[in-house]
């Protein structure tokens, strides 16, 4: 069987700046991965390769189920079954809850004439929103847009679903709520999940693999105990005043 | 459903109907220009405010669709004989015409290029129709286009059937899953791509259908003035267009229908103030857009529909009402 998503080769310059560097890695159906890397370490870059928002540099691969998504459009990338989210949350403003659910969905088309509505409210069910369904959308709290960009995500119903740093900002409370989610996703559909994350805390208790990045390359790989005594992510996490305290916690 | 209430469906009933009998209470040919002409600019509003209102696309050159409808009118009908009934789809088609032309290049753009491209084919558009005055009259025009209907109040009825005609296949758009997208495309558009919403297309989409109706009221203006002149083109046309949908309501659909016809009639009404009637029409129109920024019209009825809605059931639905006022 082909790994859900296969990447080779992956490199991106922005002007003088080698963002991401021979980036590979295969992600199997059904595994939740963390990649993990400082700030500016090339994590959102990856993802806005993978979906497609800016083009990659010649000679790479990206394969989705064995199919090269490369050089499509990402409406084209998103309705093949990546679905993702951002780091600093983006809603439809002016819309109400509900109908940001129902927009996630409408995107994919995979249930055409479906009652999108009803599919919406149970998203916002699943992801505790219940009840705020006719609220504008920008009135919402910082963790509430972080659930709703996930149901808005689900709503397209995704292969494989990638989460841009879905902790910041939040505190431990929320943090153990939207793992609690991410975890009730993966098992009861199956998902397959990606997400990036510098803080190590809760993202250890999630994740079965880490891919972990530093300017832009992969230093280490492997499950999260290994990866906290990596000595390569020891020495790029301790290198950093701003994050020496957080490592050092997960350690 | 294009009708959410009964209430809704009310007042759209008594307005058409006042807007029916109003000619006949006051029988004068003057009367019924002005509201033939109210009647047009709400059709160019009203388009105007399906692409641009929904999708916050801003659009400052909607008199380029404008133009090219009336001339389109104007050259089939003098040039060619054409039966006048022509002019109307050739109007509409040569509308959509230019916004591909405009569209396909801009609207994948981030920024403004769309709304300065929008503004320049206008600017464009007018010098050129001076440029080849041999072939379209330059500042005259084009002159001795035959009316569509002979009776003035036929002519009337039919503009005023056309535009609730595009208003309700708007409004249903506007509500359907289609201008949930547009809507949403305002609101953050890379959010749209990661749904897998080709953002380009519905742009480009709506614009067209946007430029048809605009073209379609331009063809209705040459029938009714009997000339086109290279004024059609202006940019003032496309800022008053863009004045009414604002009094409207942005993006209500039917606002600016409703600010269409009332800033004809203040304009008819000003009259009386002579040469100090610009100044008397900017003054309310600032203080209108100062203290009812998100509109007049379509706020308005919002509020009065609350209102009633709150009076027939007794003051029992609150979260009801609150709910309908988001909506």
């Not at chain 1, 963390?34 to 806005?48: C, E, H, Q, S, V």
């Not at chain 2, 959509?96 to 609207?107: H, Q, S």
Request: a positive charge; aromatic letters at 8%; proline letters at 4%.
């Amino acid at each position: 069987m082909t790994a859900l998503l296969a990447v080779a080769n992956l490199n991106k310059h922005f002007g003088g700046l080698h963002a991401l560097r021979d980036f590979a890695c295969t992600i199997q159906r059904g595994e939740i991965v963390g990649i993990l890397g400082p700030n500016g370490a090339g994590k959102t870059t990856l993802y806005n390769l993978l979906t497609g928002f800016i083009p990659p540099d010649p000679g790479a691969r990206v394969a989705l189920d064995g199919r090269s998504v490369l050089g499509l459009p990402p409406h084209r990338i998103a309705s093949l079954g990546i679905s993702r989210t951002f780091q600093l949350c983006r809603p439809f403003t002016g819309l109400t809850v509900l109908e940001n659910v129902v927009v996630g969905a409408l995107g994919a088309q995979r249930e055409r004439g479906a009652d999108l509505h009803a599919r919406g409210r149970e998203l916002l069910q699943r992801v505790g929103l219940a009840g705020r369904e006719q609220v504008p959308v920008d009135v919402l709290s910082y963790g509430d847009q972080r659930r709703l960009e996930i149901a808005r995500a689900l709503a397209a119903r995704p292969r494989l679903l990638l989460l841009d740093e879905p902790f910041a900002g939040l505190g431990s409370g929320e943090m153990a709520d939207l793992s609690a989610l991410i975890r009730q996703v993966h098992a009861q559909e199956g998902l397959t999940v990606v997400l990036i994350e510098h803080k190590l805390r809760e993202f250890m208790s999630l994740v079965q693999r880490v891919i972990a990045l530093d300017f832009g390359a992969i230093i280490a790989e492997g499950t999260p105990e290994a990866i906290v005594r990596d000595p390569a992510v020891i020495e790029a996490y301790i290198g950093r005043d701003a994050e020496a305290p957080e490592a050092a916690h997960a350690a | 459903m294009i009708l959410r209430h009964r209430l809704d469906l009310a007042a759209a009933c008594a307005f058409v109907g006042a807007m029916a009998i109003l000619p006949l209470v006051f029988p004068s040919n003057y009367l019924i220009g002005v509201l033939t002409v109210s009647a047009i600019y709400g059709i160019w509003a009203v388009s105007w405010d399906f692409m641009s209102g929904l999708t916050g696309r801003e659009n400052f050159g909607h008199s380029l669709f404008i133009g090219v409808g009336a001339y389109t009118a104007g050259f089939l009908n003098t040039s060619f004989g054409a039966n006048p009934w022509w002019s109307l789809p050739a109007g509409m088609l040569m509308a959509v015409l230019f916004a591909l032309l405009v569209g396909l290049p801009t609207l994948r753009l981030k920024g403004p290029y769309f709304a300065l491209a929008m503004l320049s084919g206008a600017v464009i558009m007018q010098r050129l129709m001076l440029i080849f005055w041999e072939h379209t009259g330059g500042e005259e025009g084009i002159n001795g286009l035959a009316p569509l209907i002979k009776s003035q109040l036929g002519f009337y009825y039919f503009v005023l059937g056309t535009l609730v005609a595009i208003t309700a296949v708007l409004l249903a758009l506007a509500r359907s899953h289609w201008g949930l997208i547009l809507r949403a495309i305002r609101g953050d558009e890379a959010t749209c791509q990661a749904a897998g919403i080709n953002v380009t297309f519905y742009k480009i989409a709506s614009l067209v259908i946007s430029a048809a109706f605009a073209g379609a009221g331009g063809a209705m203006y040459a029938h009714y003035q009997l000339q086109v002149s290279p004024q059609l083109f202006a940019v003032v046309t496309s800022i008053t267009i863009i004045t009414m949908v604002y009094v409207g309501g942005m993006g209500t659909i039917y606002g600016p229908v409703g600010g269409a016809i009332l800033l004809v009639l203040l304009t008819e009404l000003l009259r009386r103030f002579g040469e100090w009637r610009l100044m008397v029409y900017s003054c309310a129109l600032i203080l209108i857009l100062f203290f009812l920024p998100t509109g007049l019209v379509a706020p308005l009825w919002k509020r009065l529909r609350g209102f009633l809605r709150r009076r027939r059931a007794g003051t029992l639905v609150p979260v009801a009402d609150a709910m309908e006022q988001q909506a």
